[in-house]
């Protein structure tokens, strides 16, 4: 493994909402990735397998330790049956799925 390799760390990812999901009402979607390194990540959110538009993603900061901190969001409207998710790839790899836990 090279030095590069050994310096590679997965993100740490949350999605949530900025208020208590009501069905139907429109709410902040949020996906927060942390605690990675390189900062090489791409990150879409998606409804029900469709990507969300208007998000407002935040530029990558790092902590004293140099790993990294970043945030998507977008306004949107979620009903009962609505399936939301944050889908990171990060550093090359195969993105993941990171899904919304309404209760």
Not at 25 to 51: Q, T
Not at 84 to 95: D, I, K, R, T, Y
């Amino acid at each position: 493994m090279g030095l590069a390799e050994s310096n590679i760390s997965p993100p740490v990812v949350k999605v949530y909402t900025a208020e208590p999901v009501e069905f139907g009402k429109k709410n902040e979607l949020i996906c927060y990735a942390y605690d990675y390194h390189p900062p090489r990540m791409e990150i879409s959110l998606l409804k029900n397998g469709v990507e969300i538009p208007d998000t407002k993603q935040k530029d990558p900061s790092f902590h004293h330790n140099w790993k990294y901190y970043t945030m998507m969001s977008a306004h949107v409207h979620i009903d009962s049956d609505d399936k939301v998710e944050c889908l990171v790839a990060h550093n090359g790899s195969p993105p993941k799925r990171h899904k919304l836990d309404m209760f």
